[in-house]
């Protein structure tokens, strides 16, 4: 059970490249987040998923794509890559119902836009 | 705009104290308000919930106390140990069930000094 993985770990952008995120969980879970996290200003969700097919905009979704045509991945794509995208992002998956409604949080993807 | 503030940025305890964060929250709508522990190189993770009809929930040396007229809300850490420098985050969201879109506090980083 590996939980919440994110691909890549690390990643160098050059402004205007493009580039996907991939998220996996394999604890079959409904909902599914994608965040970024900035010095001195928390995680701020950037789109998220109430299922398989669906997804929504979040707290600041501009810049930024998202797929879930599988139940288990969630990807985030940047089109064309700007220096203020540079952060740490992370993948998030929680369960319709039951347990501590927690979200469980992957290892962070570090992204530096050049 | 900042719905959850969070104070201090940082913070340092010696070992054996009392570490005290504060959040305070400004949208009376949010009914859900988790506290998540973050290590350098980790995702965030749950570390202890409340829901506004209790003033205060215990789990083992974490304490959430919860003022809803003030609109804010508190983590203390007793008998604080090394193994708790880590990074803490408050968060609101307006519904536990559903999507749960969590709005996080900027972060404190707290250091306990052997």
């Known amino acids: 059970n590996a939980g919440v993985t994110q691909t890549p770990k690390f990643r160098v952008l050059k402004t205007g490249q493009s580039m996907t995120l991939l998220c996996a969980q394999d604890?079959?879970?409904?909902?599914m987040y994608w965040y970024r996290q900035d010095p001195g200003m928390g995680l701020r969700l950037i789109h998220y998923?109430?299922?398989?097919?669906?997804?929504a905009k979040g707290e600041v979704p501009d810049g930024y794509n998202v797929s879930r045509l599988k139940k288990q991945n969630f990807l985030l794509g940047l089109e064309s890559a700007a220096p203020s995208q540079t952060s740490v992002y992370f993948c998030?998956?929680?369960?319709?119902?039951?347990?501590?409604?927690?979200?469980?949080f992957g290892p962070g993807t570090r992204l530096t836009v050049l | 705009q900042q719905q959850v503030k969070q104070s201090p940025q940082s913070l340092i305890v010696q070992k054996g104290g009392i570490s005290i964060i504060n959040c305070a929250y400004e949208?009376?709508?949010?009914?859900?308000f988790p506290w998540y522990q973050q290590f350098p190189g980790k995702g965030p993770a749950l570390l202890i919930a409340?829901?506004?009809?209790?003033s205060e929930k215990k789990e083992g040396r974490f304490t959430i106390s919860f003022n809803k007229s003030a609109k804010q809300f508190s983590l203390h850490i007793m008998d604080s140990q090394p193994g708790d420098s880590a990074t803490y985050f408050c968060?609101?969201?307006?519904?536990?069930?559903?999507?749960?879109?969590?709005?996080f506090g900027q972060g404190t980083r707290l250091t306990i000094n052997p």
């Open positions: 998030a998956s929680r369960p319709a119902a039951g347990g501590r409604d927690e979200q469980f």
């Open positions: 604890m079959n879970h409904e909902y």
């Open positions: 998923s109430v299922g398989e097919g669906t997804t």
């Open positions: 949208n009376t709508a949010f009914d859900y």
């Open positions: 409340i829901r506004p009809d209790v």
């Open positions: 968060a609101a969201s307006k519904a536990l069930s559903g999507a749960q879109k969590l709005v």
